[in-house]
């Protein structure tokens, strides 16, 4: 068993190595960077750059990357060795201030949205010293922002960062107002919940499909499922154990909080939880957390699906994102107090989100749309894509006392007074989860259930950082110079709570009654990405993140046009990976086995004469008219997908997807999978659901 203190962040170059590594004055000259936002002065970049050097050294680091995190959603990196050449011919090793603080990558084959031209190819990697360096296999990884020669954000870091500086700006105005002048910082954190399949490593490499895509375009639905309800939480099985075992020490040396695993609902499906921490380390780690889980499964035998909805009929996957704020003082702002203030300070706060999320569904929604969410979200296993907010009863009857102006308590008949000296105890957490939820108030903080599970963290967390602190300001701007504070805070409650009821929603969300309701409270219903994609250049919305400084408007014409195009590439590589299966796959082993159950029936008939063989003719005419349909429905199929690419804007063109393409695809799919149980196992022409999901 590994000791695992001793073990834990032993490949990050944390403050406790610095502190330990660097000279006094270097050490407080980054502390003031960290916390003030100074300037780091090239001298004290090179002292950094020489103890960050010779740690990673002694770790076995031979080369040195500037981590980043491109639009592609996942991670990229460039390697360069820390060799410099002697006139003796030899080599020494060197790493500089001016290195570790600035790169130079390509920026030209990275998503821009048509920003950056192959001929304008320099882009620039910027040290973001709040995230750790950390070692990786044989390199030295420096987690930078990446942005254009013009000075655009190139990715998903930068955005982030911002808003966890716009939201810090605003709730310290309002924190300010309720006597907190110690308060200097606040910091959003979040622990992200993984979600994931383990599939056997050789049956994957059998199916095209998980090979291109990583989800199944084909399988009919298996004898048992999820129905038994006897995967969740069971017992794991050893060669999960052994995983799970090494993907925690994995995590662990790289100063991961991996706490919790377990199986999820469906079969081979599995959870990881990490402890909270700061929302940019969190996505760091959670992107480390996705590379890792990948590379460890691949040891074992095994592969890791990440995809949200790899198999049909069975739950997809999701990465619930808990979200708070703390402050730098240790105080939770999701969190009721003890005292009167303290609880007023928290309605306020609360009230913020509740108002955030109601003006801003169409931004949460966008945040977390891609095309293998637009399978899970509203699929009877996920929250619903129309986004609500949850806060459980007691809370709720808290709020509805406040907007009414009715007792809370039918003992005490007490009335919930928002004034900071008055305001009665509010209850913690004694409700019940939501799981039904899109956005759900767990005792302290919010959780997230939308975010999906390959989705890197930082583009939800943006959302959210910048609708609240928008807000804020808002309520900043309001209550700054009144002469009764509580008088006007408690107005200001009552007004917000009133406005925005229609987002609160502690009933079924999977409940088809609920998409009625929600029409008729006017929330929402974006099914499909280009649906929501198409609120997002909104005055309103361009308005928000320019006000908060989270994007430029250029930058946010360049994310719409990413989105969509990526969109409309996964779509393309799925039809033209399905079109192929069945060219090459089912309908040979379709006929394959006709011929076999042909030549069966003729064999029968020459040994026993008059045999009418009447099971053989009905499977025959059976497969046959299947395998017709099947063909005639990848015809159709190829054309939808034909006309779709001929659209030169990518909206047109991620608009005939969503409605033509994929009705289509579900169309050939159906028929594929009602030809796949007719078939014997030896003619099967790829693992089935069966093998995939109870083999491992």
Not at 100 to 106: A, I, M, R, S, T
Not at 501 to 508: A, E
Request: hydrophobic letters at 40%; aromatic letters at 8%.
């Amino acid at each position: 068993m590994p000791n695992v203190p001793e073990l834990f962040g032993s490949m990050v170059f944390n403050q406790k190595v610095m502190q330990e590594r660097l000279p006094k004055e270097t050490f407080k000259a980054l502390k003031k960077t960290l916390e003030d936002g100074t300037p780091l002065e090239l001298d004290v970049a090179n002292q950094i750059a020489h103890a960050m050097k010779e740690w990673a050294m002694e770790k076995g680091a031979t080369h040195f990357t500037h981590w980043f995190q491109p639009l592609t959603g996942i991670t990229a990196e460039k390697h360069d060795s820390f060799i410099s050449p002697t006139k003796e011919g030899g080599v020494i090793m060197e790493f500089s201030g001016k290195e570790l603080v600035k790169g130079e990558p390509d920026a030209s084959s990275f998503p821009s949205g048509g920003r950056r031209a192959t001929f304008e190819a320099r882009g620039y990697t910027v040290w973001d010293p709040t995230a750790y360096a950390f070692v990786k296999e044989h390199s030295l990884c420096i987690p930078t922002a990446f942005c254009s020669y013009t000075g655009e954000a190139l990715d998903k870091k930068t955005p982030l960062l911002r808003s966890m500086e716009a939201l810090s700006k605003q709730a310290i105005r309002v924190l300010h107002l309720f006597g907190n002048a110690d308060v200097k910082h606040v910091a959003t954190t979040v622990g992200p919940e993984q979600e994931y399949f383990l599939v056997d490593e050789k049956l994957y490499d059998q199916r095209k499909d998980l090979r291109i895509t990583g989800r199944t375009l084909f399988g009919s639905k298996p004898s048992k499922g999820q129905e038994m309800d006897d995967q969740y939480f069971a017992a794991l099985k050893p060669r999960i154990v052994e995983y799970m075992e090494d993907l925690n020490n994995e995590l662990w040396k790289l100063g991961i909080y991996a706490k919790t695993e377990h199986n999820e609902v469906a079969p081979a499906q599995h959870e990881m939880a990490p402890i909270f921490t700061t929302t940019n380390l969190a996505a760091d780690q959670n992107q480390l957390t996705m590379e890792i889980m990948k590379k460890v499964a691949r040891k074992h035998g095994l592969v890791c699906l990440l995809h949200e909805k790899p198999f049909a009929g069975l739950n997809g996957s999701g990465k619930h994102n808990n979200w708070s704020m703390s402050t730098n003082t240790g105080e939770n702002l999701l969190e009721p107090g003890d005292t009167p203030r303290r609880n007023a300070q928290f309605l306020l706060f609360l009230t913020a989100v509740i108002k955030a999320v109601d003006d801003n569904q169409d931004l949460l929604r966008i945040s977390v749309a891609s095309a293998g969410n637009d399978h899970r979200l509203g699929a009877n296993e996920a929250p619903p894509a129309i986004i609500s907010m949850f806060v459980g009863e007691e809370l709720g009857a808290v709020l509805k006392s406040i907007k009414d102006g009715t007792p809370y308590d039918d003992v005490t008949k007490q009335k919930m007074k928002i004034g900071v000296n008055v305001l009665p105890p509010i209850p913690k957490d004694t409700t019940d989860r939501n799981r039904t939820s899109p956005f759900a108030f767990t005792g302290n903080k919010f959780e997230f259930r939308s975010v999906g599970s390959s989705l890197s963290i930082s583009g939800p967390n943006t959302a959210l950082n910048a609708i609240v602190a928008d807000v804020l300001k808002g309520f900043a701007d309001e209550l700054e110079g009144v002469k009764d504070f509580d008088k006007a805070l408690e107005d200001l409650v009552k007004r917000e709570i009133t406005a925005h009821w229609r987002i609160i929603f502690n009933g079924n969300g999977y409940d088809v009654s609920w998409i009625p309701e929600a029409e008729k409270r006017g929330l929402l219903n974006l099914k499909t990405l280009p649906d929501a994609m198409a609120e997002y250049l909104k005055p309103k919305n361009v308005k928000l993140y320019i006000d908060t400084g989270i994007y430029t408007e250029i930058e946010m014409k360049s994310h719409y046009e990413v989105k969509l195009e990526k969109y409309c590439q996964i779509l393309n590589i799925e039809v033209e990976t399905m079109l192929e299966m069945i060219n090459k796959d089912i309908l040979p082993a379709a006929f394959a086995y006709m011929n076999a159950v042909s030549k069966t029936a003729v064999d029968v008939k020459s040994v026993v004469p008059g045999a009418k063989c009447s099971a053989e003719i009905n499977l025959l005419k059976k497969l046959d008219g299947l395998t017709d349909e099947l063909a005639v429905k990848a015809d159709e199929l190829a054309k939808k997908h034909l006309a779709a690419k001929k659209n030169a804007d990518n909206m047109e063109c991620a608009e005939a997807y969503a409605k033509n393409v994929i009705p289509a695809m579900a169309e050939a799919r159906a028929v594929a999978d009602e030809i796949e149980p007719l078939l014997s196992e030896e003619h099967k022409p790829f693992p089935s659901y069966e093998d995939l999901l109870f083999r491992v």
